[in-house]
C-alpha cells in the first residue's frame, strides 16, 4: 500500500480542498458524501458510496452482471435484510 500525503491550509469555517490526486483516487466528485472519522488526533475521511451496487458495476471488466442480474440481487438484499430485522 502506498500512502500518499499533501498540506493542505485551513480556511475559515475550517474548510479545505481535498487535493485532486486524493479525490480521483477515492472517486470523489462534487456532490459527494464523505464520513469524517477521528482516531486520536487523527482525521480519517472516507468516501461513502450512494448506491454500493452501481458504484461497483463494471469494477471486474466483462465479468459483471446485467442490468436483470442485478435488480434481482438487490431484491435479494432487501429480503434478507428485513428478515435479519425480525
Known amino acids: 500500500m502506498i500512502c500518499m500525503m499533501q498540506r493542505v491550509k485551513?480556511?475559515?469555517k475550517g474548510q479545505?480542498?481535498?487535493p485532486s490526486q486524493f479525490r480521483k483516487k477515492?472517486?470523489?466528485?462534487?456532490g459527494s458524501e464523505v464520513?469524517?472519522?477521528?482516531r486520536?488526533?487523527?482525521l480519517i475521511i472516507h468516501p461513502l458510496v450512494s448506491d454500493p451496487i452501481k458504484e461497483g458495476f463494471g469494477?471486474?471488466?466483462k465479468e459483471t452482471l446485467d442490468s436483470r442480474e442485478l435488480k434481482m440481487f438487490a431484491e435479494t438484499s432487501r429480503v434478507i435484510s428485513k428478515d435479519?430485522?425480525?
Do not use: V, Y
Not at 477515492?26 to 462534487?30: G, Q
Not at 464520513?35 to 477521528?38: K, Q
Open 10 to 12: 485551513i480556511r475559515k
Open 16 to 18: 479545505f480542498t481535498i
Open 26 to 30: 477515492s472517486n470523489i466528485k462534487e
Open 35 to 38: 464520513l469524517i472519522e477521528t
Open 40 to 42: 486520536g488526533n487523527e
Open 59 to 61: 469494477l471486474f471488466g
Open 84 to 86: 435479519n430485522d425480525k
